[in-house]
């Protein structure tokens, strides 16, 4: 399994970004998730994506503003980030789930995050105000 970030960097309030995860080495079924950790904070579960179902989930703090999505001829998962805020500044990590099950309705990705056993290198986001 191997997961591939890249789009982080620097971008001014309100704007955008966008960041792609490649993934390889999974089966039918998986699940895609972004964490992100800003500097003394704990990891936050922000979204993910399930391959078969094609179900998401989104934090309360980036719904309305993140959308995930993914090709699957590519194999590649993103996140595009819209009016962004200063909080929203962490390093961001993607992660993947080879059963599936850590991206499903009724379940926060907090909760699922033991279940994500495989992670990319990161990349810096950074909003300023």
């Known amino acids: 399994v191997q997961l591939v970030e890249s789009g982080g960097g620097l971008v001014q309030a309100g704007g955008s970004l966008r960041l792609s995860c490649a993934a390889s080495?999974?089966?039918?079924?998986?699940?895609i998730g972004w964490f992100r950790q800003a500097p003394g904070q704990e990891r936050e579960g922000v979204s993910c994506?399930?391959?078969?179902?094609?179900?998401?989930y989104y934090s309360d703090s980036v719904k309305g503003r993140f959308t995930i999505s993914k090709d699957n001829a590519k194999n590649t998962v993103f996140l595009q980030m819209n009016s962004l805020k200063p909080d929203d500044t962490a390093v961001y990590y993607c992660?993947?789930?080879?059963?599936?099950?850590?991206?499903?309705?009724?379940?926060?990705?907090?909760?699922?995050?033991?279940?994500?056993?495989?992670w990319g290198q990161g990349t810096q986001v950074t909003v300023a105000s």
């Open positions: 080495g999974f089966g039918d079924d998986y699940a």
């Open positions: 992660a993947g789930d080879p059963t599936g099950f850590g991206c499903q309705a009724g379940s926060t990705l907090r909760a699922a995050m033991w279940l994500y056993n495989s």
């Open positions: 994506i399930r391959s078969r179902f094609g179900n998401t």
